[in-house]
């Protein structure tokens, strides 16, 4: 039973913090002593970590602690990290959520404190529970992966409003999908076109101007089309000079995110190859970005013992309820982290893109009634064993690729 956790021996010193902005509470325990002093409110800074090492030195537990921190977003980095480096292989990490699932089993769920929350931290480090703390390089990925993440956001928002701006100085220069040429901003004509349209305040431009400004390569007959398309719009509006300012505005902005997010991907393909998530590029339509993102999230591979509670971590796998002869399923739970779920789902749209077996698998789904979504929801189970295997054993046979279980 892989499900049952070794316990916290009673003679082990038991740590369990609880982080804030500024100060983190502590308590010092033991299963044979019980609470070792007052709880203590150290801060955040150097002379903390120094309080709380002298603390477990005059503590009289021999033997090294066995330290529990609840990860709070960025609020627990700084003590883990240091942490990790004085006592290392001592720290276990809990997300919010078993924190408060402690506080309900101890009967205080709806009463939040400091003290409570160690006191569940405690409890849980007794039973064994708590991951190790990610290797440094694991660290990095998962910090870069997060932060390339908000920057697409923030291009996605940015986007938007170039197009909004664009459509109130060149009424109807470029139209929806399904009603004419779309004008798709990331492409050289989509730049050149922003360019012209924020350099002669919405006047039609010449193909000329339109291919001296596009940064990749564009055609003489897309210049051409767009020069004549623009001459057939109506004027542009009275405070057009303000509209085009804010326009370069936006357009140098938008140019900013995206090299930042071209740097964040050079980033990744550096920390990637010091991890085993490398191996996943080798599959067909994965490449540096999605394998950093869902290695960013899984490794260590070693903390899911099979694919079935990866898959499950993700929030894919269907709810079950079973008791007797009487087995429900309901809908996927969606518990674990967004993120998570939504790399691999990314790695099995591309596999499904890319791999005869799972074009295969997919048209069967969909010949059998699944709806799109549906389909890469179980095409993701397939993928999650995949990945898992590639992971655990840095190799797997090509030939399996050509036919899925």
Not at 201 to 224: E, I, W
């Amino acid at each position: 039973m892989n499900l049952l956790r070794r316990e916290v021996p009673a003679a082990s010193l038991v740590v369990a913090v609880d982080p804030g902005k500024a100060f983190n509470r502590v308590w010092l325990t033991s299963g044979e002593r019980g609470l070792i002093g007052e709880p203590v409110t150290l801060p955040v800074l150097r002379e903390g970590i120094d309080e709380l090492e002298r603390l477990i030195a005059a503590s009289g537990v021999g033997g090294a602690p066995v330290i529990g921190l609840e990860a709070t977003g960025s609020l627990h980095r700084a003590w883990a990290a240091e942490i990790e480096r004085r006592w290392p292989g001592s720290l276990r990490l809990f997300a919010p959520s078993e924190t408060t699932a402690a506080r309900t089993q101890l009967g205080s769920r709806r009463f939040k404190t400091d003290d409570r929350d160690c006191a569940a931290l405690v409890w849980l480090l007794r039973q064994g529970a708590g991951r190790p703390a990610e290797p440094d390089v694991v660290a990095a990925m998962l910090g870069g992966v997060r932060h390339r993440a908000q920057l697409v956001d923030a291009r996605r928002v940015l986007q938007q409003r170039l197009h909004d701006q664009l459509n109130a100085l060149c009424p109807g220069l470029s139209a929806p999908p399904g009603h004419g040429r779309a004008l798709k901003i990331a492409s050289p004509t989509g730049q050149a076109v922003l360019a012209c349209a924020a350099a002669f305040d919405g006047r039609p431009p010449t193909p000329r101007s339109l291919l001296a400004r596009a940064p990749g390569r564009m055609s003489q007959a897309t210049a051409a089309f767009w020069a004549a398309r623009w001459k057939r719009l109506l004027d542009p509006p009275a405070d057009a000079s303000l509209r085009a300012g804010r326009l370069a505005g936006d357009l140098a902005r938008w140019r900013g995110l995206q090299a930042d997010i071209d740097l964040a991907e050079q980033q990744f393909a550096g920390l990637l190859a010091q991890t085993a998530g490398q191996i996943l590029t080798t599959l067909p339509g994965v490449a540096v970005v999605r394998a950093a993102e869902f290695s960013a999230y899984t490794l260590p591979i070693g903390r899911w013992p099979t694919p079935e509670h990866l898959y499950s971590a993700t929030g894919l796998a269907t709810a079950t309820y079973q008791s007797s002869t009487i087995t429900r399923r309901g809908r996927i739970s969606r518990q674990g982290l967004p993120e998570h779920r939504n790399a691999l789902m990314g790695i099995a749209w591309g596999l499904s893109l890319n791999s005869d077996a799972f074009k295969a698998r997919n048209a069967e789904y969909r010949a059998r009634g699944f709806r799109p979504i549906q389909a890469r929801v179980a095409l993701a189970r397939h993928a999650c064993r995949l990945t898992w295997r590639l992971l655990q054993t840095q190799y797997f046979p090509r030939a399996t690729l050509r036919r899925l279980r």
